[in-house]
């Protein structure tokens, strides 16, 4: 006799649903899930974030859509509006639903919505675990741009002096001194950074990188929310000129994990690049974050910023992920 057939079990129809209809228990194993996924791929407490998130749903406060089947959320995606630009903060799609059909039709929700709004002419996002890469809505009015995720396991650190075409740099002792970080770095910062991506491949992925009040607000963001991690202070560094005291560089550092650091923005002023400055920076934080207790630092880098990536390789970071950042403009 015939063995019969059983048939194949049917994945449950996912309803699209307003994030505000939502409280922060409906989506308990969802955003459970998300924080053991960046736990295991990234060394990343994602856990303070989370809270944010189920905070802001029982507010009913957070603008988004979730994927909802038999009364299980199976993805989510969230965006906040900022003056004239739209940033989609985040995408999830737990394993046992994540299909591209499944992670762009929350994208698609969430672009109406935000092209709905009359004073969006800009959308952002950088989505570290969404894992569709094409047939994005919008094609038309989307530019990406591939993004490394780089890991450095401490122990194989090479931080020793600074090299350049076979001779050493010593920018700490000729034209550039180095302080921890202070909060009175913060408005000179921002003034740095608009200076240093003027024309740089990053002010088109993040334009707040193109003005000085923009600038003022990614560092607001990035020392008082854990998008970036918990901000370290201890490991961030500032490098200043010898003669007139004008800041030049910044290596800002986070806690991701409290074993793992984050270096969250590194750059240098354009008339002291190529002196070795930012390989001190970048030296002298991840020095701090080792004596913390830092097994592991990990960053971030555009994949087209060749020069940089060959300095954080030869310190000793190897890619360990990479995922796209996405701006639609001019709809």
């Not at 060394?43 to 299980?72: P, Q, T, Y």
């Not at 302080?179 to 913060?186: G, L, M, S, V, Y």
Request: include cysteine; charge should be neutral; proline fraction near 4%.
């Amino acid at each position: 006799m015939a063995a019969r057939l059983e048939p194949a079990p049917r994945a449950p129809s996912l309803s699209l649903v307003d994030l505000r209809d939502l409280r922060s228990g409906d989506l308990g194993l969802l955003l459970d899930e998300e924080v053991e996924t960046w736990r295991q791929l990234l060394d990343w407490d994602f856990g303070k974030s989370a809270e944010l998130v189920r905070r802001f749903l029982d507010m009913r406060a957070l603008s988004g859509f979730a994927l909802v089947g038999d009364g299980e959320a199976a993805g989510y995606a969230y965006y906040v509006l900022e003056e004239h630009k739209g940033l989609i903060g985040d995408i999830f799609v737990r394993d046992a639903f994540r299909t591209v059909e499944n992670e762009n039709r929350l994208l698609e929700s969430v672009l109406a919505s935000l092209i709905a709004a009359p004073q969006v002419g800009r959308i952002e996002s950088q989505l570290m675990m969404c894992h569709s890469t094409g047939g994005l809505p919008m094609p038309r009015y989307l530019n990406s741009f591939e993004r490394n995720f780089m890991m450095l396991e401490m122990p194989r650190a090479v931080l020793g002096p600074a090299r350049r075409w076979g001779r050493a740099l010593v920018p700490a002792t000729s034209r550039v001194y180095f302080e921890k970080w202070a909060d009175q770095h913060q408005e000179p910062a921002a003034q740095l950074i608009a200076a240093a991506y003027q024309d740089h491949v990053d002010s088109l992925i993040n334009d707040q990188y193109r003005s000085v009040g923009g600038a003022r607000r990614f560092l607001f963001n990035i020392v008082q929310y854990p998008g970036c991690g918990t901000f370290y202070k201890p490991a961030s560094v500032a490098a200043f000129e010898r003669v007139s005291g004008r800041l030049c560089g910044i290596c800002l550092a986070s806690l991701v994990m409290p074993y793992c650091g984050h270096i969250t923005q590194i750059c240098v002023a354009p008339w002291v690049r190529g002196t070795g400055v930012g390989y001190e920076l970048l030296r002298q934080s991840l020095t701090l974050l080792r004596e913390a207790g830092c097994r592991k630092t990990s960053l971030t880098v555009t994949a087209s910023n060749r020069e940089a990536i060959k300095l954080y390789e030869d310190v000793g970071f190897t890619t360990i992920r990479k995922f796209f950042a996405y701006v639609w403009e001019g709809f």
